[in-house]
C-alpha cells in the first residue's frame, strides 16, 4: 500500500469526493486550494483533501 500526493488532475478522483461530500460546487470551492493524497494497492482505495 502506498499513500502518494495528487498535485495534477484532481478531478480524476470525483466519484470518490461525492461519496463525502455530495455538493458539488463544494468541492469545487476546496479541491484546488487543499493538499490531496491517495491511499493506492493496485489501485485507488481512498483519497482525502
Same mark, same amino acid.
Given at each position: 500500500?502506498k499513500?502518494?500526493?495528487? %498535485? ?11 461519496? !463525502?461530500? @455530495?455538493? /458539488? %460546487? ?11 493524497? !491517495?491511499? @493506492?494497492? /493496485? %489501485? ?6
Open positions: 500500500m499513500i502518494r500526493e495528487v %498535485n495534477e488532475n484532481k478531478k480524476q478522483f470525483i466519484s470518490l469526493l461525492l461519496l !463525502a461530500d @455530495e455538493q /458539488g %460546487n463544494m468541492i469545487d470551492r476546496y479541491l484546488e486550494k487543499g493538499t490531496m493524497y !491517495a491511499l @493506492e494497492d /493496485g %489501485n485507488v482505495k481512498a483519497e482525502c483533501v
